[in-house]
C-alpha cells in the first residue's frame, strides 16, 4: 500500500508532461506543397479579411462535368423542402444571408461553362439539439463529376497542425476557470481568388 499527498491535477499534469515530448514528424510532399501554396499566396486584405488560392494538386483539375449532378441533387432537395415549410424558410434565408454578407454572388449570366467549373451540390442538416444554429447549409465537394473524380479529389491536404483531442480536453480539465470562444463564420470570412472562384459554383 502506497500514498501521496500530491494532488490528481498535479499527477495528471505531470503525465501530461511526460507524454508531451517533442516530436519531429516530416510532412508528406503533398503536405509541403500545400503548405508552400499558402505561404506564398494568401494575402490579406484592407478589411482584414484573408485572400487564398485553392491548394491544386499539381497536375491540372482531372474535373468532368458537375452541373447534371448539382441539378439533380437540386431538384431532390426541393422536394425535401416542400414537405416543410418553415425548412424551406430557414434554407431561403440561408442563402439570402450568403448573398447579402458577400460570401456567394450571382454569377454573371455572359459566363459559360466552358470553362473550368465545378458545381458543389448543397443540402440542409438538422441538428435539434443545437443552442445556436438548428439548421445548416453542408456542402458536397466530394461530389464525383462524370470524370469519376471530385473537387477535393484535386485539393492537396495540408499537414495536420492541431494537438489530438484528448489531450486538449485532458488540459481543459486542469484548470478551475477555463474560457471558450467561438469566431462566427470563421471559414466563411476567408475570399477565394478570382481564377479559382469557378470551382465553387453552385445551383439554387
Same mark, same amino acid.
Given at each position: 500500500?502506497c500514498?501521496?499527498? @500530491?494532488?490528481v491535477?498535479?499527477?495528471?499534469?505531470?503525465?501530461?508532461d511526460?507524454?508531451?515530448?517533442p516530436?519531429v514528424?516530416?510532412?508528406?510532399?503533398? @503536405?509541403?506543397?500545400?503548405?508552400?501554396i499558402?505561404?506564398t499566396?494568401t494575402?490579406?486584405q484592407p478589411?482584414?479579411?484573408?485572400?487564398i488560392?485553392?491548394?491544386?494538386?499539381?497536375?491540372?483539375?482531372?474535373l468532368g462535368?458537375?452541373?447534371?449532378?448539382?441539378?439533380? %441533387?437540386?431538384?431532390q432537395l426541393?422536394?425535401?423542402l @416542400?414537405k416543410?415549410?418553415?425548412?424551406?424558410?430557414e434554407?431561403?434565408e440561408a442563402? %439570402?444571408e450568403?448573398?447579402?454578407?458577400?460570401?456567394?454572388?450571382k454569377v454573371d449570366?455572359?459566363?459559360?461553362d466552358?470553362?473550368?467549373s465545378?458545381y458543389?451540390?448543397h443540402?440542409?442538416?438538422i441538428?435539434?439539439?443545437?443552442?445556436?444554429?438548428?439548421?445548416r447549409?453542408?456542402f458536397?465537394?466530394?461530389?464525383?463529376?462524370?470524370?469519376?473524380?471530385s473537387?477535393n479529389?484535386?485539393l492537396?491536404?495540408?499537414?495536420?497542425?492541431?494537438q489530438?483531442?484528448p489531450?486538449?480536453?485532458?488540459?481543459?480539465?486542469?484548470?478551475a476557470?477555463?474560457?471558450t470562444?467561438d469566431?462566427?463564420q470563421?471559414?466563411?470570412?476567408?475570399?477565394?481568388t478570382?481564377?479559382?472562384?469557378?470551382?465553387? %459554383?453552385?445551383?439554387?
Open positions: 500500500m500514498a501521496t499527498t @500530491e494532488s491535477d498535479r499527477t495528471l499534469q505531470r503525465c501530461l511526460i507524454e508531451d515530448v516530436t514528424v516530416k510532412s508528406s510532399p503533398d @503536405e509541403e506543397e500545400c503548405e508552400r499558402y505561404t499566396t494575402s490579406r478589411c482584414g479579411r484573408y485572400k488560392h485553392l491548394p491544386f494538386k499539381p497536375n491540372p483539375p482531372v462535368d458537375s452541373r447534371d449532378q448539382a441539378a439533380q %441533387r437540386l431538384f426541393e422536394k425535401r @416542400e416543410s415549410p418553415e425548412l424551406r424558410n434554407y431561403n442563402m %439570402r450568403y448573398l447579402r454578407t458577400g460570401h456567394m454572388r449570366p455572359t459566363l459559360t466552358s470553362q473550368a465545378y458543389i451540390p443540402q440542409a442538416v441538428r435539434p439539439e443545437s443552442s445556436t444554429t438548428k439548421m447549409i453542408v458536397d465537394a466530394s461530389a464525383k463529376t462524370s470524370s469519376g473524380r473537387l479529389d484535386n492537396l491536404c495540408g499537414p495536420k497542425l492541431q489530438d483531442l489531450i486538449i480536453v485532458l488540459r481543459f480539465h486542469l484548470h476557470i477555463v474560457f470562444s469566431v462566427k470563421m471559414f466563411r470570412q476567408i475570399v477565394v478570382e481564377p479559382h472562384r469557378p470551382y465553387q %459554383r453552385l445551383l439554387y
